[in-house]
């Protein structure tokens, strides 16, 4: 005869440790596996009932064993991820990190503030601007650097209006603003304005989806959703804009109309569309964002390199009329001290610290001679590598542009502490097959920014920045976290 305990504790616990080992090689669907629980105890429910038992004891023993196995669960989970026998017990770290992923969402919602990159569940092959080959008028090329230029004008208004009598801003705020509007142009064909209403609409965005990625399928069923549901919503509405326009009027020349185009080889599914252009804003706006607030975190301490890179960027800027914005990309890109300005930012602050994910696979991978187990994901810690005086010899931590100019004579006067560039340890965008698309695109938008921006102000950090504090306060939550960087911005006249 079974007793009450081994009916109530004993089963529940064995049937929590076999699904443990069955999800552990096969991961359930979260929504299945919560409608599961709920439909065991509706018929657990039903056939006590059926069979003689009150209706409200029948209810109480259905729940009691879905809590006593959801503990057990919980318990089985908990000890394999910090016992022994896990893979990955022999790698240090956080304890509640070994534990469970919420440990990263409170990190990167709850202490890291409103913005963190997606980590990308849906992998697909799109068309990217640097690969379009069959756009032989440029027209694509052309649609981007008309809308860099006008949303640059369009912060240049804005900025003189803020900045007078001395006014401190916040110029990491509107640069965000400004890079999230152009990526709107560039991939949706605008709809943001955030730089016009001085705020982003969409708030803290998608935060807690890419650690948890079970998280996503019980969001689905919730009546109402939040800022992630209104941006996938927005993109969706967007996806058969482009397609009634596209069978209107042709191609429509943004990348939303590319990623949809049905003509390419590997047509996408709508969800792979909506996964690819949240990439595409959130990637892409943080990248740019980072570059372009290191640039100014140090030369707006720095008037000599400063009024180097404006003297440069002026014979560039008051030789070009009535332009299109081809000559003027290309003449920018070309500036050598402005290059050597950005390529310096993403190496002392790279964008993406964590460095690009990869996964050990079905079968593990060695790497460096040690054998890391299957689907196991692994990175390269970008920051250290980029700050290693191995790679970059003895002053890898200070901002020093010149490094990268090897005729410069600010270089050729520290030759001795600054070696070669190893620049297989130079990796801002990644590497290899997995490298950022939109690197060039990224790097073009930036120095455009840069550009004109000291060649229509003269950039100060404010009175009572201080330099210590910022630099300190800088956290790695997949991307960067820190504090606002306080301007004076003194209008030039061009």
Not at 4 to 18: E, G, M, R, T
Not at 60 to 81: D, H, P, Q, T, W
Request: aromatic share 10%; with cysteine; charged share 20%.
């Amino acid at each position: 005869m079974v007793s009450p305990v081994s009916s109530v504790v004993i089963f529940p616990a064995v049937v929590a440790v076999i699904s443990h080992y069955i999800f552990n090689r096969h991961e359930p669907n979260a929504l299945h596996f919560v409608l599961g629980l709920l439909g065991y105890a509706q018929i657990s429910s039903l056939v006590q009932w059926a069979r003689g038992c009150y209706i409200i004891d029948a209810i109480y023993n259905s729940a009691a064993f879905l809590g006593i196995y959801l503990l057990m669960l919980s318990l089985s989970i908990s000890f394999y991820r910090l016992g022994p026998w896990h893979p990955l017990a022999k790698y240090p770290g956080p304890r509640l990190a070994h534990l469970t992923k919420w440990w990263m969402v409170n990190q990167v919602v709850f202490r890291g503030g409103r913005h963190a990159k997606l980590q990308q569940s849906v992998l697909s092959t799109l068309r990217y601007l640097d690969s379009l080959t069959d756009d032989p008028s440029g027209s694509m090329k052309k649609m981007v650097r008309g809308s860099g230029s006008t949303r640059i004008a369009q912060l240049v208004e804005i900025l003189k209006k803020k900045s007078t009598n001395g006014r401190t801003i916040p110029l990491d705020y509107w640069i965000y603003l400004f890079f999230l509007d152009t990526m709107g142009d560039i991939g949706f064909s605008g709809g943001f304005e955030s730089m016009k209403t001085e705020k982003d609409t969409e708030g803290w965005l998608l935060h807690s989806m890419g650690q948890i990625p079970w998280l996503k399928d019980i969001v689905n069923i919730l009546p109402r959703r939040g800022p992630i549901d209104s941006f996938h919503r927005s993109i969706e509405k967007k996806i058969y804009q482009v397609g009634d326009s596209n069978s209107a009027r042709g191609k429509r020349l943004d990348i939303l109309g590319f990623l949809l185009d049905s003509s390419s080889e590997a047509k996408l599914t709508p969800g792979e569309v909506i996964a690819d252009a949240a990439l595409i804003v959130v990637s892409a706006t943080d990248t740019s964002v980072q570059a372009v607030v290191t640039i100014f975190r140090y030369l707006g301490l720095d008037r000599d390199r400063q009024s180097r890179l404006r003297d440069e960027v002026n014979s560039v800027l008051s030789n070009i009329v009535d332009d299109d914005g081809d000559s003027l990309a290309s003449a920018i890109a070309r500036l050598p001290f402005l290059d050597a300005c950005v390529q310096e930012s993403l190496r002392i602050v790279p964008p993406g610290p964590f460095g690009p994910l990869r996964t050990t696979g079905g079968s593990g991978a060695f790497v460096c001679g040690e054998h890391i187990p299957l689907n196991t994901t692994i990175h390269v810690p970008v920051y250290a590598m980029h700050r290693d005086p191995a790679h970059f010899g003895p002053l890898a931590g200070k901002f020093i542009p010149e490094r990268w100019m090897d005729e410069d004579p600010v270089r050729q006067a520290l030759a001795s502490d600054l070696p070669p560039i190893d620049r297989t340890s130079f990796m801002p965008f990644g590497a290899g097959f997995g490298s950022c698309i939109g690197k060039n695109l990224a790097i073009q938008n930036v120095k455009l920014l840069v550009a004109h921006l000291v060649h229509n102000f003269e950039v100060s950090c404010a009175s009572d920045f201080d330099v210590d504090t910022f630099d300190q306060s800088y956290k790695e939550f997949g991307i960067w976290q820190h504090n606002a960087l306080p301007v004076t911005l003194v209008e030039r006249q061009t």
